[in-house]
T-cell receptor
Framework: KAGVTQTPRYLIKTRGQQVTLSCSPI?????VSWYQQTPGQGLQFLFE???????NKGNFPGRFSGRQFSNSRSEMNVSTLELGDSALYLC?????????????FGEGSRLTVL | QKEVEQNSGPLSVPEGAIASLNCTYS??????FFWYRQYSGKSPELIMF????GDKEDGRFTAQLNKASQYVSLLIRDSQPSDSATYLC???????????????FGSGTQLTVLP
């Protein structure tokens, strides 16, 4: 069974640009959650999508957005990048939702903002 | 105050010893608790969950939960060098998390098992 796939794995952007990250969950999983991981803040919840609907959102500015497609694949977008957005962005899929705790994480997309 | 507090470590134990990892949380409404392990350069993976007060054992791992004290711990018996990783405590179902569906993580404790 294929795991969670995130693309791209690494990317470098400059301030002010925007970026789109992609996540393909485990087959059959309808929930996709996104987390930002930094050395100082740890894992911070961004948002969760379930069956194409955003059903929970963390405390991030509106520059962070996402969506989910009918095949459960999800994208997140960060506009007007800032230096502080440099982080590892992790996607996690779940069969019934992130609150059940059983999340399967992808390898992450490491974003560097210069 | 952070919602989930963990000693960042590093925590070092000799091979074969018991490693004790601790976590306190502030949200009294928290219902479910989880321990994730994250190897350096890798993504987190779930190793234990516990919902009820008391102990839960799974192989060399024991999770302990005390909701009155808002405390959850993970014991690793017969620690092996392969257990060296960062251990993340997480909870769901809290009031402050917004809904039962959000998983809130601590910053993690870095464990090193010395051969």
């Amino acid at each position: 069974k294929a795991g969670v796939t995130q693309t791209p794995r690494y990317l470098i952007k400059t301030r002010g640009q925007q970026v789109t990250l992609s996540c393909s969950p485990i087959s059959g999983h309808r929930s996709v959650s996104w987390y930002q991981q930094t050395p100082g803040q740890g894992l911070q919840f961004l948002f969760e999508y379930f069956s194409e609907t955003q059903r929970n959102k963390g405390n991030f500015p509106g520059r962070f957005s996402g969506r989910q497609f009918s095949n459960s694949r999800s994208e997140m977008n960060v506009s007007t990048l800032e230096l502080g957005d440099s982080a590892l962005y992790l996607c996690a899929s779940s069969l019934q939702g992130s609150g059940t705790g059983e999340l399967f994480f992808g390898e992450g997309s490491r974003l560097t903002v210069l | 105050q952070k919602e989930v507090e963990q000693n960042s470590g590093p925590l070092s134990v000799p091979e074969g010893a018991i490693a004790s990892l601790n976590c306190t949380y502030s949200d009294r409404g928290s219902q479910s608790f989880f321990w994730y392990r994250q190897y350096s350069g890798k993504s987190p993976e779930l190793i234990m969950f516990i919902y009820s007060n008391g102990d839960k054992e799974d192989g060399r791992f024991t999770a302990q939960l005390n909701k009155a004290s808002q405390y959850v711990s993970l014991l690793i018996r017969d620690s092996q060098p392969s257990d060296s990783a960062t251990y993340l405590c997480a909870y769901s179902g809290g009031v402050s998390s917004g809904s039962a569906r959000q998983l809130t993580f601590g910053s993690g404790t870095q464990l090193t098992v010395l051969p």
